[in-house]
Nanobody
């Protein structure tokens, strides 16, 4: 099985910074795209940023210039550096990864972390 474990959420003042981490573990052969999404209560989950294995990135317009996604392929970990945080960034952030497991290489699974709360006070 595969697990994604997130860390780094919390409470920060407006204009502050947080760094989220997400480590994948388990029966992993390879990891394709990794990313971060966020979801407010009663709303659909939305993309924040994604990064491919070779480092190509994609950002939501709302976070461009403020958030930076990166990854450590050797440690199966993805990071989200969040700067200039605003109250509207207050939501639950979810890690996502496209993973092939050993013994099932033809299947690219879509995995989610449990979510981490980010709260930005004004």
């Amino acid at each position: 099985q595969v697990q994604l474990v997130e860390s780094g959420g919390g409470l920060v003042q407006s204009g502050g910074s947080l760094r989220l981490s997400c480590a994948a573990s388990g029966n992993i052969f390879s990891i394709d795209t990794m990313g971060w999404y966020r979801q407010a209560p009663g709303k659909q989950r939305e993309l924040v940023a994604t990064i491919t294995r070779d480092g190509s990135t994609n950002y939501a317009d709302s976070v461009k210039g403020r958030f930076t996604i990166s990854r450590d392929n050797a440690k199966n970990t993805v990071f989200l550096q969040m700067n200039s945080l605003q109250p509207e960034d207050t939501v639950v952030y979810y890690c996502n990864a496209k993973i092939r497991q050993r013994g099932s290489l033809a299947y690219l699974g879509n995995y989610w972390g449990q979510g981490t709360q980010v709260t930005v006070s004004s």
